[in-house]
Each structure stands twice: as C-alpha cells, then as structure tokens.
C-alpha cells in the first residue's frame, strides 16, 4: 500500500536500521513494499496491527535483532524465522499462536522470548525448544501450560521464567537447575506444592523476585505464603517437606480443577 | 709499610712512609760523649771522686771561690735550681749542669744505669722507663721493638715476628700483601686467591667460606658465627636479614612478611595489597574466572573480588535490553536495570525517560498507550490481581 511509501522512502534514503509501523491496521506484509529486501534492519516494529501470518522471507532480514510483533493476529509463524542469525529479542505477546514452528529452537542467540497471552501450552512447543541455551527471558502468562517439560533445565541462562495464569499442575524438579534464575512468576495456576529440588535457586533475596500468589497450595505451604516468601523457601528445604512432598507425588491425588476463565480471551478468536 | 727505628749514636732517628710525624727522640749518653775531652775530665772527676775523693775543679768551676756555697759563674742545677759548692762534682750534659744526684731518670729518680739515658722532650729516662713509656711494642710476642720497627697492618712488629700467616716466611724484606685482614706473602696470597675464587671470604673470622654464605649488612660470613634475632637458634644459610638483625627462616616468615590470601605462602617480591590482605600478584584474580588482575581494575563484593565483566554480569547494572554493562546513566525498575537509550516500552519498543508514565505487567515496563490495548479482560485480570496485593 502507498500509505506507508514516504516512510519507507525516507528509511532507504537515510539507510535507516529501524522500522517502526505501529497501529497502521496492516493485515499482511506485503502491505508494505519491499520490506523483506531491507537487509540493513536491525529492529522492526509491528505492535497494535492485524498481522495473521509471516512471509517466509523475514529470514532474509539477517541483521533484525528485535523484532516486535506484539498485539496481532498471529496464528503460526514461518519455520524458517528460527535461522534469523542475530535475532535477540521476539515479542509475539498477545497473538493467537496454538503452536510454535518445527525447529523454533534453533535461534542462535535469542535471549527475550515473550509469548505471552497465547494458547500455547507444553505440547505446542517443537522438540528442540529448549535448545534455547542464550534464552534470558522466556515469558509464558497467560497460555495454557498445565505441566512444563523436564528440560526446561536445559535453559541454564535463564533469568526470568514466566508462568502467571496458566493451568500448571505440577512443576518438574529441574527446574531446581536453573541457577541463574532470579525471577520465577507462577501466581494463578493449579499448583499444590513445589519441587524441594526449587530450594536450589534463591529467589528471595533483595534482586531476586518470587510471585506465587493465587495457587491452591498445601496447608502447609499456605501458611508459609502468610508469613512471607522466604518463609516458603525455608521450608521447602526442610526434611519435613520433602517427605510431605513424597508422599504428596505417591498419593496421585487429581489435580485441581481449572478456575482461570479463558473463554473471553481475545487469543481464542479465529 | 715499614719504618726504621735506629738506635744508634747520636739521634734516634725514624724514617717513615706513614703519616704519623715523628717524635724527636734525642738519645743522651754519657759514655757516647767521651769523644769530648771536657766531659771525660768531668766523668774522671766525677770517679775521681768515688775512688779516692780528690776532687778537680773543672774549667766551668774556675770562677767558683773558696766561699763554700755560692753559686759558681751563674751555674746551678738544671733539676733543683740550687748552686754547687765549691768542690762539688757537677755533671755537664749539653750545655747544662747537675748535681750528680740530681742527675737521674725523670721516671725513676735512680741514676742512670751505665750511665745511658735517652731524652724525650727535654727529659732525660733511663732505658727501661723510656722503653715503657715511648718504644713500641711487638703485635706478635709483645715484647719492647729496640731497633727496626715494622710498622704494618696496624700494628707494629719486630722484624722476625712479622711472619706470613699461613706459612710463617719472613715479610719484613720481601714485602706482605693483605688478604682477608691477614698478612700474606706473596706465594700464599697467590694460593689463596686461586682457592677463593667465586667463594667469599668471612668477615668475621676471615677465613674461605667453604660452602653457603650468607650476607650480613652487605658482607659474607659464615652463618654459624650468628643465632636467629627471634629464636636465639644458630643460624643456617637459609637466614634472611630483616632491618638489620639476622632471623632464621621460621621467624621471618612469621614477622611482617606479608602471606598471601590465596596460597599462604610469603609474599617476598611484589605484593598487592587488596581486600584487607596481601597477595602474589598472580594469586589476586576475579572470583568468578579466576584470572589475574595484574593491575587492571577490580571490584569488590562483600569481601570478594570481581573483574569487571563479572562484576556487573553478578551484581546488576547489565542492561535488560543489551546486554552489556551499562556505561553511563543507569535506568532502575521492576528488578532490572537499562541504558538510558535501551528503555523501551516492552510491547511497542518505544523509548521513554524518567518521565514517561508506564504500567508493570509480569515485572515488564509497558507505556500508556500500549496498556489501553491490552485485551479488555486482560486488564481486568491485571487490575484484579494489581487490587489484591495491595489490600495485602
């Protein structure tokens, strides 16, 4: 479309690196000319449009290192985004994504993943997901995740873990091999009680952030939650715990049911 | 090196090479003067009178007069002042006179033996009293040096005892060379020299230090002729001098000398000083990849040391957005830190400053406009949740 030919004009003369195109109602885009020929782009910004899919060709853009695609109609992606080489940061927050391409993992140095406020859940996500090692964020709230898969541990960047209101049940002990995590957000889901293996990492500490409000926890971990979050911390590192826990996993009592309302999420509309 | 010190007729007389100036020592003798008639006739008189008692009148007395005690032409006594009478016997001496037992040693106050006195400074000494008081004395069997006197190595010899130290070869003629504050002849300083080479001599007991040394205020000695400062053991070479005392080595290692905080060994070259304790400059390194500083900037964390990179990789102020540490001004929110350039709303990529407004959502920066398009529901999720930890 002409609309935004001035724009692109100006960006090609001036050899601009960064293309901002926010709230312009674009659709597809091919919508704007020539776009995926603009090799020098580092940062693109698509936020507040109507984008439903990608063209193939956004690998081309071999320099993009932030791509901001955040609040569209996204419901699948190209497989071949992963190659883009020097891509660091992806926002595809509030889209409509129930599934991540075949062979997403293979980003070389991704290190922002934000993904919330999708419909994603643990078996959308490709196998080599968590071959993600340069992953320094991954932001997952609002999706559908009623379990995380073990090799979430493979992630030994991490910093920030995601989680807040989707449907976990449980969380795997490897996530007690995070060790660089200092942020873990996991308020509304379905979760009871946390793995010992969690007493590993020290998220209480003054830059470190635990958010776990709104679960329906184990009396005993409830009554930690009243007093503070260090307090959970220090108990799960107890002996007492992790019998309770023991016996808690034995049990295979049912899980929760699901209280989170999704039915009037804007993501779930096709 | 050497002077002559001759006695003989006449003057002592002393030839010398030294500094030292020469006393002038006049020898006097009685029977040395016998060459001159007026004092032999005196000296008959003079045994005239203890052999048979008839006195002379010498020519000196020819103006005495009969009157008993008065002084004759002038002349009294050099020692008492007092004048002769007539007939006395009056010893004459270089233009001076005496009563004859006045005549005697300036030390003793006995008479000359044999009649040989020696004068020093207007004083007449019998031979013994001026060997006492004025003749050196020999270094070696520390007998009176009558005669040559050699004069070296500070002291003063006769000639048969000024002796090589090592094989006992005269000096006095064939000259002595000092070695090690000894006097050697020249084949033994040869000997020697050819033996001490590239070994030190001790400066104690001057002898060819065999094997370890050590050095003590800049000379070498052997170490058994020290004890430790500290410990009062008998030192070995493996002393060290510290502010000039000499310690064995367990006692300078345990004084002052700095330990390094990684190995616990002595720092003795370079030391850096850093965190409140010393270090081998190799052993003070980052905490996190354990490579050496060697001078470049480091930082410190309760109690530890960081480079630069791990510094800010631990301990915050890594740009959300970059990466990198941040340079410059510094963007504090939500737990995480920013370039001032690098904050960005989360959701558009907009900048804003200090000034923008923006909301939180999952501890990420999201401005007003980008808020208003959150879904509806989402909001109210948000705002619900936002409600309940503030009632908290």
């Not at chain 1, 200092?182 to 590993?200: A, C, D, W, Y």
């Not at chain 1, 470190?208 to 590192?237: C, L, M, T």
């Not at chain 2, 709303?345 to 407004?357: A, I, L, V």
């Amino acid at each position: 479309m002409s609309k935004f030919k001035k724009y692109l004009d100006d960006l090609i003369e001036h050899k601009g690196t960064e293309m901002e195109l926010i709230e312009k109602g674009i659709v597809n885009l091919t919508d704007v000319p020539n776009i995926l020929t603009l090799r020098q782009l580092t940062r693109i910004t698509l936020s507040h449009n109507k984008l439903s899919v990608l063209p193939a060709g956004i690998a081309d853009l071999v320099n993009l290192e932030i791509l901001t695609l955040f609040n569209n109609h996204l419901q699948e992606l190209p497989i071949t985004m992963s190659s883009l080489p020097k891509l660091r940061i992806l926002n595809l927050g509030v889209n409509r994504l129930s599934s991540l391409p075949r062979g997403f993992g293979a980003f070389p140095v991704l290190e922002v993943l934000d993904l919330t406020y999708n419909n994603l859940d643990e078996k959308s996500l490709p196998a080599n997901f968590f071959c993600l090692e340069t992953l320094r964020g991954l932001f997952l709230s609002d999706n559908d995740f009623q379990g995380l898969p073990p090799e979430i541990g493979k992630l030994k960047n991490l910093q920030i873990l995601v989680l807040r209101e989707n449907d976990l049940i449980s969380l795997p002990k490897e996530i007690g091999n995070l060790t660089r995590l200092r942020e873990l957000h996991i308020q509304g889901n379905r979760l009871t009680v946390l793995p010992p293996e969690l007493g590993n990492l020290d998220l209480v500490g003054t830059k470190q952030v635990f958010k776990g409000e709104n679960n329906p926890w184990v009396p005993p971990i409830a009554d930690q939650f009243q007093i503070g979050a260090s307090h959970v911390f220090d108990y799960i590192r107890s002996d007492t715990y992790k019998y309770l826990y023991g016996r808690h996993v034995a049990a295979g009592s049912p899980p929760p049911p699901i209280t989170n309302d999704k039915s009037k999420k804007i993501s779930r509309k096709v | 090196m050497s002077s002559n010190y001759r006695h003989g007729e006449g003057e002592w007389s002393m030839y010398s090479s030294h500094t030292v100036s020469p006393p002038i020592i006049r020898l006097g003798s009685v029977s040395a003067q016998r060459n001159n008639p007026l004092l032999q006739r005196r000296l008959q008189q003079h045994n005239g009178l203890e052999a048979g008692g008839h006195p002379m009148v010498t020519p000196e007395t020819d103006q005495q007069t009969d009157s008993g005690n008065m002084v004759l032409g002038g002349n009294a006594c050099a020692r008492c002042g007092q004048g002769f009478r007539k007939d006395e016997e009056m010893v004459n001496s270089s233009g001076q006179v005496w009563h004859v037992h006045c005549f005697v040693c300036a030390q003793c106050f006995q008479t000359f033996p044999e009649g040989i006195f020696y004068e020093f400074d207007g004083r007449k000494y019998c031979e013994h009293d001026f060997n006492v008081l004025f003749a050196p004395c020999c270094n070696k069997c520390g007998e009176f040096i009558i005669g040559r006197v050699i004069k070296a190595m500070h002291a003063s010899w006769h000639p048969n005892c000024f002796l090589c130290e090592l094989c006992t070869a005269p000096l006095a003629e064939s000259g002595f060379i000092k070695n090690a504050g000894r006097a050697l002849c020249h084949e033994c300083n040869a000997k020697e020299k050819a033996r001490g080479i590239n070994k030190y001599i001790c400066h104690k007991c001057h002898s060819l230090i065999e094997e370890g040394h050590i050095k003590y205020r800049g000379e070498p000695y052997h170490p058994y002729h020290f004890n430790c400062t500290s410990c009062g053991v008998e030192l070995t070479v493996e002393a060290r001098e510290k502010t000039g005392e000499l310690y064995c080595l367990r006692c300078h290692d345990k004084m002052g000398i700095p330990i390094c905080g990684a190995c616990r060994r002595p720092v003795e070259d370079r030391v850096v000083h850093a965190l409140g304790k010393a270090w081998h400059p190799e052993h003070f390194v980052c905490s996190k990849c354990e490579k050496p500083f060697l001078g470049s900037r480091h930082y410190e964390k309760r109690g530890l040391a960081y480079c630069e990179t791990h510094y800010h990789q631990l301990f915050g102020n890594i740009c959300y957005v970059c990466n990198s540490i941040i340079v410059g001004d510094v963007f504090s929110a939500l737990n995480k830190s920013w370039c001032v350039d690098h904050f960005t709303c989360s959701c558009c990529d907009r900048k804003m400053n200090q000034k923008t407004k923006f909301f939180e959502v999952d501890l990420k920066p999201v401005c007003k406009g980008c808020y208003e398009r959150f879904p509806g529901e989402l909001k109210k999720r948000l705002k619900k949740a936002y409600d309940q930890t503030q009632k908290k």
